[in-house]
């Protein structure tokens, strides 16, 4: 069974600062990878996708990375601002199905 | 993009009534839409699967009879919450899977929260 696991649960920076969230997943047999951005009360905003052929994608400052065959994933998120605060979410699809499994999210404070 | 709605965005509903909320792809056609669940800084956990013109596929767990599911268009489904429990009450999201694109991403709507007096 697919297990995603997202550390740290929490992170709270100075704005500025490059940081580094983390996904891995128990089972190296998956389609995709993708990480969502949820705001509080809110619904989920794609990030980005990285299919299991690719090892990495890149969208303005963020950079997520996928190392299929160590079930790791890192999204990268350089000069950090307080608009940057929400939590992050990393889901992976399993290879034979379409549905996503999600971790549980690490929650972000970019302080002023 | 591919927009994604949810109606209501918040419902209110007393013990014992039922509550439909609607997931609409607005530009795009979906045959399969999916319904999460998501408690208080938790997760999102898938409950069903939900494919047009046939019947729904349930995560274990999760009751077919109290979650009805309908998908009877391409741009459509509808998840009806019935005989609703203050244990109910929850944040509900849906997302739909653009059956258009090679990468078959989900698009996700803007959820709808559920609270049950």
Redesign the interface.
Known sequence: KQEVTQIPAALSVPEGENLVLNCSFTDSAIYNLQWFRQDPGKGLTSLLLIQSSQREQTSGRLNASLDKSSGRSTLYIAASQPGDSATYLCAVRPGSSYKLIFGSGTRLLVRP | GAVVS?HPSRVICKSGTSVKIECRSLDFQAT?M?WYRQFP??????MA?SNEGSKATYEQGVEKDKFLINHASLTLSTLTVTSAHPEDSS?Y?C?A?DSGTV?????????T?LTVT
């Open positions: 949810q399969t999916f800084k938790q997760s999102l956990m898938l699967t944040f999201i997302s899977r990468t078959y991403e989900q698009y996700f709507g803007p959820g929260r």
